[in-house]
T-cell receptor, first 114, second 116 residues
Framework: AQSVTQLGSHVSVSEGALVLLRCNYS??????LFWYVQYPNQGLQLLLK??????LVKGINGFEAEFKKSETSFHLTKPSAHMSDAAEYFC????????????FGAGTRLFVKA | DTGVSQNPRHKITKRGQNVTFRCDPI?????LYWYRQTLGQGPEFLTY????????KSRLLSDRFSAERPKGSFSTLEIQRTEQGDSAMYLC??????????????FGAGSRLTVL
C-alpha cells in the first residue's frame, strides 16, 4: 500500500526566506509523485510532478522538488518566499503501472510573514 | 473549457436527509474521481470512474453513499440518511492518462456539506 507523510502541519517563514516543505512516501513499486497547492476558497491545483525523468523537478511559481529514492523523500523548496505563496500544500503519490488512485498527505499550511 | 464544475458549492442539511452533489468534469477527460476532505486532512479517495464504469470504491464509502456517472459524462454523489460525521468537503477531480502515464488530477472547487 502507498502512503505519504508530510512533516509539519504548519510552516511559517518570512518573506524572502527559503521555503522547505517535507514529504516522505512509502510505495512497494516505483511511484509517481506530485505536489498540489490549495489556495483559500479554491480547488487543488498541480504544482509539479515527478514521473521518472530528472530527479529535480521544476514547477510553477518558482517551486521545485527533488526525488531521492534512497531517502524515500520528495521535499518541496522555493528559494525566496512571497506573500502570495501562503496556501496549503499537499504531497501525493500514485502507482506507475495502471496507477489511477492518488493518495494524498495530510497537508502543510504555509504562512508567510511580512 | 471551464474546468471541473461542482454543484452546489455549499449544502446545509439536517441529519437523516438525503443530499446529492453533481460534478461536471473536463469534457475530454475519461477518468473521474470523488474525494472527501475534512479539516486538517488531505483529500481521501472515495471512488473512481473510467468512462461510465465505477472501477473502485473505498471502504470509506458506506452503503449510504452511491455514485454514478451515466454516459461517462457528469457524475453524481448521493448520500442517504446523512449523519453529522458526513460533514466535509466533497471534491471531484478528472483526468486523462498523460503521455508519461502520470495521472494528473484537475480538481473542482468542492461541495461543502454541513449536517446539523
Amino acid at each position: 500500500a502507498q502512503s505519504v507523510t508530510q512533516l509539519g502541519s504548519h510552516v511559517s517563514v518570512s518573506e524572502g526566506a527559503l521555503v522547505l516543505l517535507r514529504c516522505n512516501y512509502s510505495s512497494s513499486v516505483p511511484p509517481y509523485l506530485f505536489w498540489y497547492v490549495q489556495y483559500p476558497n479554491q480547488g487543488l491545483q498541480l504544482l509539479l510532478k515527478y514521473t521518472s525523468a530528472a530527479t529535480l523537478v521544476k514547477g510553477i511559481n518558482g517551486f521545485e522538488a527533488e526525488f531521492k529514492k534512497s531517502e524515500t523523500s520528495f521535499h518541496l523548496t522555493k528559494p525566496s518566499a512571497h506573500m502570495s505563496d501562503a496556501a496549503e500544500y499537499f504531497c501525493a503519490v500514485s502507482e506507475r503501472a495502471g496507477g489511477f488512485k492518488t493518495i494524498f498527505g495530510a497537508g502543510t499550511r504555509l504562512f508567510v510573514k511580512a | 473549457d471551464t474546468g471541473v464544475s461542482q454543484n452546489p458549492r455549499h449544502k446545509i442539511t439536517k441529519r437523516g436527509q438525503n443530499v446529492t452533489f453533481r460534478c461536471d468534469p473536463i469534457s475530454e477527460h475519461n477518468r473521474l474521481y470523488w474525494y472527501r476532505q475534512t479539516l486538517g486532512q488531505g483529500p481521501e479517495f472515495l471512488t473512481y470512474f473510467q468512462n461510465e464504469a465505477q472501477l473502485e470504491k473505498s471502504r470509506l464509502l458506506s452503503d449510504r453513499f452511491s455514485a454514478e456517472r451515466p454516459k461517462g459524462s457528469f457524475s453524481t454523489l448521493e448520500i442517504q440518511r446523512t449523519e453529522q460525521g458526513d460533514s466535509a468537503m466533497y471534491l471531484c477531480a478528472s483526468s486523462s492518462q498523460g503521455a508519461a502515464g502520470a495521472n494528473v488530477l484537475t480538481f473542482g472547487a468542492g461541495s461543502r456539506l454541513t449536517v446539523l
